[in-house]
């Protein structure tokens, strides 16, 4: 079986900060996914992407950039963390359309 | 029920009950995927139901799907104290490449 990990598992930044979110999958699968998880507000699409050097943004892309080097990876960066934020940061992989996804466990953001 | 934005809803429940929730979505779907998210862990897949089928089974879960309301359900039958999770529906987004999840059903199933 295969495995999706995400590093790291809790981030404190600073306000205005550049922070970076890494995510390894050893599915083989060609898409991956960022997704931004709120207390209450279920998981928004942040960034997408259906094989390597692609990027396609979701709902929520404003505020971040994302980087697909190679097939197994997707890093997320935050571009300027804002004070008070907190939320978990989730990626998923797929086989690609309609299939079921597998997700990271998250990483935790806290920004003071 | 999940909808988009809406609140996220809580339900408890003994062990042994039975629970249904439900979800709406907005735009045309091909198929609708429920997840199970337990806390401190990413979400996993439970269910897949495409928009030809109107009801799919899995063990102890039943899912539904109407696709003339827009709408589905997740039922979980005799529930274990282990279901105690957060189930999210999800429908398609991006031309299909991505999915739209909803807000959430948070379920408590006490021993």
């Known amino acids: 079986g295969g495995i999706i990990t995400q590093t790291p598992k809790f981030l404190i930044g600073q306000e205005g900060q550049k922070l970076t979110l890494k995510c390894q999958q050893n599915?083989?699968?060609?898409?991956m996914y960022w997704y931004r998880q709120d207390s209450g507000k279920g998981l928004r699409l942040i960034y997408y992407?259906?094989?390597?050097?692609?990027?396609q943004k979701g709902d929520l892309s404003e505020g971040y950039d994302a980087s697909r080097e190679k097939k197994s990876s997707f890093s997320l960066t935050v571009t300027s963390a804002q004070k008070n934020e907190m939320a978990v940061f989730l990626c998923a992989s797929s086989i690609g359309k309609n299939s079921d996804y597998t997700f990271g466990s998250g990483t935790r953001l806290l920004v003071i | 029920s999940q909808w988009g934005e809406e609140n996220l809803q809580a339900l408890s429940i003994q062990e042994g009950e039975d629970v249904t929730m439900n979800c709406s979505y907005k735009?045309?779907?091909?198929?609708v995927q429920w997840y199970r998210q337990k806390s401190g862990k990413g979400p996993a897949q439970l269910i897949l139901i495409r928009s030809n089928e109107r009801e799919k089974r899995s063990g102890r879960l039943r899912a539904t799907l109407d696709t003339s309301s827009q709408s589905s359900s997740l039922s979980i039958t005799g529930t274990l104290a282990t279901d105690t999770a957060v189930y999210f529906c999800?429908?398609?987004?991006?031309?299909?490449?991505?999915?739209?999840f909803g807000t959430g059903t948070t379920v408590s199933v006490s021993p």
């Open positions: 992407s259906i094989t390597e050097n692609d990027l």
């Open positions: 735009t045309y779907t091909t198929v």
């Open positions: 599915f083989n699968h060609d898409t």
């Open positions: 999800a429908t398609e987004s991006q031309g299909g490449r991505a999915l739209i």
